[in-house]
């Protein structure tokens, strides 16, 4: 890391004020009314899949997810999340993924943003991504694994420090599509989708984790990039 990036990182790491895990339930049920049996969904992660950036845990990321694939598979979905601001791929693989007290259809693993912040090596994501799908698939039928979230585009940092992660981010990506190959898992890489994260009313008041509007954003788009997978599989 350059120095300018450095010095950013360390301005960031003292006066970015990250959104806290918002309030509410963190399990429910999109289309309860539906007569047809429900998809039982898990997402397991960081601060997107905890929430953080909207009031309500009804405003975040899974259940997002769980209204467009009720739409798509014209089936109720039974959601859940377990997620934690800060969370590391190690910290699902040690701390989430037990929690899932449960077998699910579909699991959703979303972490990696939190592995670049604290600069752990692409041996230690290997590894941690590797064990943690392993857990994964003998608590879900499906596991979809996500890149990181698109850290390079959040305006509560530096440009130097942008274009660093965005290398990082690069690295991380590359490796996790070869270890879910590895594993037999679907890899959505999402750091390079677009999902309007170069908008303003993406992000939360904090500048860091997405809106509302952002999670809707990006639930649609992961909709988009597994409806033919989903509705071949799990309708």
Same mark, same amino acid.
């Given at each position: 890391?350059?120095?300018?990036?450095?010095?950013?990182?360390?301005?960031?790491?003292?006066?970015?004020?990250?959104?806290?895990?918002?309030?509410?339930?963190?399990?429910?049920?999109?289309?309860?009314?539906?007569?047809?049996?429900?998809?039982?969904?898990?997402?397991?992660?960081?601060?997107?899949?905890?929430?953080?950036?909207?009031?309500?845990?009804?405003?975040?990321?899974?259940?997002?997810?769980?209204?467009?694939?009720?739409?798509?598979?014209?089936?109720?979905?039974?959601?859940?999340?377990?997620?934690?601001?800060?969370?590391?791929?190690?910290?699902?693989?040690?701390?989430?993924?037990?929690?899932?007290?449960?077998?699910?259809?579909?699991?959703? #693993?979303?972490?990696?943003?939190? &592995?670049?912040? *604290?600069? !752990?090596?692409?041996?230690?994501?290997? +590894?941690?991504?590797?064990? /943690?799908?392993?857990?994964?698939?003998?608590?879900?039928?499906?596991?979809?694994?996500?890149?990181?979230?698109?850290?390079?585009?959040?305006?509560?940092?530096?440009?130097?420090?942008?274009?660093?992660?965005?290398?990082?981010?690069?690295?991380?990506?590359?490796?996790?599509?070869?270890?879910?190959?590895?594993?037999?898992?679907?890899? #959505?890489?999402?750091?390079?989708? &677009?999902?309007? *994260?170069? !908008?303003?009313?993406?992000?939360?008041? +904090?500048?860091?984790?997405? /809106?509302?509007?952002?999670?809707?954003?990006?639930?649609?788009?992961?909709?988009?990039?597994?409806?033919?997978?989903?509705?071949?599989?799990?309708?």
């Amino acid at each position: 890391m350059n120095v300018v990036a450095a010095a950013e990182a360390l301005w960031a790491q003292h006066t970015i004020h990250l959104d806290p895990e918002p309030q509410g339930e963190r399990r429910g049920v999109v289309n309860a009314d539906d007569p047809g049996d429900a998809l039982s969904f898990v997402a397991v992660g960081d601060s997107m899949i905890a929430g953080c950036g909207v009031e309500n845990q009804s405003e975040g990321f899974t259940p997002a997810m769980a209204s467009v694939f009720s739409d798509m598979l014209d089936r109720p979905v039974d959601w859940r999340a377990v997620g934690k601001l800060g969370a590391t791929m190690r910290r699902v693989r040690y701390r989430l993924l037990p929690q899932v007290d449960h077998h699910a259809d579909l699991m959703v #693993l979303c972490a990696g943003s939190n &592995d670049l912040m *604290a600069r !752990r090596t692409i041996a230690q994501w290997r +590894d941690d991504l590797s064990a /943690s799908i392993d857990l994964a698939k003998g608590r879900a039928d499906h596991v979809v694994v996500f890149s990181a979230a698109q850290l390079y585009c959040s305006p509560s940092l530096g440009r130097s420090l942008r274009h660093v992660i965005a290398d990082m981010t690069d690295e991380q990506t590359q490796t996790s599509r070869e270890i879910c190959e590895q594993h037999g898992v679907r890899f #959505l890489d999402m750091t390079h989708e &677009d999902v309007h *994260a170069d !908008r303003d009313d993406f992000y939360a008041h +904090d500048h860091f984790h997405p /809106s509302a509007y952002g999670y809707r954003c990006m639930a649609e788009r992961v909709g988009q990039m597994l409806g033919g997978w989903m509705t071949s599989e799990l309708r």
